[in-house]
C-alpha cells in the first residue's frame, strides 16, 4: 500500500483537502508534510500519538516529515477544542515544556538517515523577530474576520457568552497559517496533517500560502480518538497517560493499554502500531474467535510500550503485570514493584514487630484481613493456599521477620489465585 492507501485502511484519514489532487501527488514523488505540537506540558500523552505517529509512517514510506515544535504557538494557546480560554504560560516554562517535548519527538522520527531526514524545528525561530505591525501588514491582511469567524473552532467559544474567545486566542489561527507559509516557502512543505480539531487553522494556512505565493499545498485531517464506550481517550482514573516515564510509569503505560476496552483493540492497532495489514487481521480474528486469550491486547501493549520505552522496559512491565497473577519477584526494580503495590489493597504494620524472631505468618494473614482468624489462617497455610512475596509458605509456625523485606518496606502476602495485600511496614 501507499501512505494514502495505507491512512485510509488504518481509519487514520479522517478529511483531506484536493483528495483527488493530493492522492496521485503522495504517489508520484516524496512529499513535505509537517504536523505541529503546542508545548502546553512537559510531556506529550498518548492524545499526542496519532499525528506524531503518522509522521513517523510517512517518514518509512519515504516521505519528507517536520515536527514542529510549538515556541511561538505554544504562548497563545490554540483555542480548538477548548470550552475555556487556556492559561498563559511563560517563556521559561514554555523552554522547559520544549525540551521535554523535544526529546519524545526525537524517539519517533529518524533525523540521521541519509534518504530523507526528519526535522525539527520550532516557530518561535521564524515569529520571534516579526514586530507586531509587519505581521498585520503581511499575514493579518489576507484574512477576512468573516471567514476566521465561521470557522468551528471559533465560531464555538463565540457562541458561548460566558466565555467567549480573547483576541490572543483568536488571533492562534493566523500564527498557524503563517507556519505553513513559512514551512512552504523554506522547505517546500506542501501537506500539514493534525487532528480534526485542527481543520480551520489548516485551511487557514493554505489559503494563506495560495494568496501570498500561488502556491497549492494541502491539508490532511486525523481522527481525534474516542473509547467505544464514549470516555475520552488518554485518561484514567490516575489523570493522562503521558509518554514520559516519569510522569507514567512504563508499567502504568503498558497497563493503560493492556486493559482497553475489547471493542477497541483492533482499532487501536491500527492507530497506534506499525504491525502490518496481514499480523493485525490475524489478530482480530484471534480476537473474535478466542477473546478471553487477549492476544490483541497483549500485542498492542507490547507494540506500543516498545516505541515509546524500548524492549528492555516493555519487558519489565510484562513481569511486573504477571506478579498479581503469581509471577516472580526476582529482579523487579523498586520503582515498578511501587506501582504494583498500587494495584493491590495495602496494610501498614510497625516495623518492630518485625524485629527479633519476627510476626507469626498467621497472626500477619489475621492483620492483612486475608484471614479472619488465626485457626483458619492456620488452615489456609497448612493447605498450601498462603504465598510470601509469591512463595509458597506451608509452615503454619513461619515467622515473617525484615528477612522477608522487598526493598526494606514491603511483603507481598497471597491467598489463592487473586487475593493481594500488600504489607508496608512504618
Known amino acids: 500500500m501507499n501512505i494514502f492507501e495505507e491512512l485510509e485502511w488504518r ?19 516524496p512529499i513535505t508534510l509537517y504536523a505541529g505540537f503546542d508545548p502546553t506540558a512537559d510531556s506529550l500523552h498518548v492524545g499526542s500519538l496519532v499525528p506524531l505517529l503518522a509522521l513517523r509512517r510517512f517518514q518509512l514510506a519515504g516521505h519528507h516529515s517536520i515536527a514542529v515544535a510549538g515556541g511561538a504557538t505554544g504562548m497563545v494557546g490554540d483555542p480548538s477544542g477548548k470550552s475555556a480560554e487556556r492559561q498563559l504560560l511563560t517563556r521559561d516554562v514554555i523552554d522547559a515544556n520544549i525540551a521535554g517535548v523535544r526529546k519524545q519527538l526525537a524517539r519517533m522520527l529518524d533525523f540521521e538517515t541519509k534518504t530523507n531526514p526528519a526535522r525539527l524545528v520550532d516557530n518561535a525561530d ?13 499575514i493579518g491582511k489576507h484574512f477576512s474576520v468573516n471567514q476566521m469567524i465561521a470557522k468551528e473552532s471559533v465560531r464555538a467559544r463565540m457562541e458561548d457568552r460566558e466565555v467567549g474567545i480573547s483576541f490572543t ?8 497559517a503563517f507556519d505553513f507559509y513559512h514551512l512552504r516557502k523554506e522547505f517546500n512543505c506542501e501537506l500539514q496533517i493534525g487532528g480534526t480539531d485542527q481543520w480551520g487553522n489548516i485551511t487557514a494556512g ?31 482514573v490516575a489523570g493522562a497517560v503521558w509518554l514520559d516515564p516519569k510522569k507514567t510509569s512504563p508499567y502504568r ?17 491500527k492507530f497506534f502500531t506499525f504491525l502490518t495489514r496481514e499480523e493485525i487481521e490475524a489478530l482480530a480474528a484471534q480476537h473474535e474467535k478466542q477473546p478471553e486469550a487477549r492476544a490483541a491486547h497483549k500485542a498492542l501493549a507490547k507494540a506500543v510500550t516498545d516505541l ?9 512491565a ?19 514493584f511501587n506501582d504494583i503495590v498500587g494495584e493491590a489493597p495495602t496494610k501498614d504494620l510497625e516495623k518492630a514487630k518485625l524485629d527479633g524472631e519476627g510476626l507469626a505468618l498467621v497472626e500477619l494473614l489475621v492483620h492483612s484481613g486475608l484471614a479472619n482468624s488465626k485457626g483458619q489462617g492456620r488452615k489456609d497455610v497448612e493447605g498450601g493456599g498462603v504465598y510470601i512475596n509469591n512463595v509458597r509458605e506451608q509452615n503454619a509456625q513461619r515467622h515473617v521477620t525484615a528477612n522477608d523485606l522487598l526493598f526494606g518496606k514491603h511483603i507481598l502476602l497471597r491467598k489463592g489465585k487473586r487475593n493481594y495485600v500488600a504489607v508496608t511496614v512504618k
Open 11 to 29: 481509519g487514520l484519514l479522517a478529511d483531506c483537502t484536493d483528495r483527488e489532487q493530493l492522492r496521485p501527488r503522495l504517489a508520484q514523488s
Open 126 to 138: 521564524w515569529t520571534r523577530d516579526v514586530t507586531f505591525l509587519d505581521f498585520l501588514r503581511d
Open 169 to 176: 486566542e483568536f488571533s492562534y489561527m493566523l500564527l498557524q
Open 206 to 236: 493554505i489559503e494563506l500560502t495560495r494568496k501570498k505565493m500561488s502556491a497549492t499545498v494541502y491539508g490532511v485531517t486525523l481522527p481525534l480518538i474516542t473509547n467505544a464506550d464514549g470516555s475520552k481517550f488518554g485518561k484514567t
Open 253 to 269: 503505560f503498558y497497563q493503560f493499554w493492556i486493559r482497553v476496552d475489547d471493542r477497541d483493540v483492533v482499532r487501536y492497532l
Open 308 to 316: 515509546i520505552h524500548g524492549e528492555a522496559a516493555t519487558a519489565e
Open 318 to 336: 510484562v513481569r511486573a503485570s504477571e506478579i498479581l497473577f503469581g509471577g516472580g519477584l526476582e529482579g523487579i526494580s523498586e520503582s515498578t
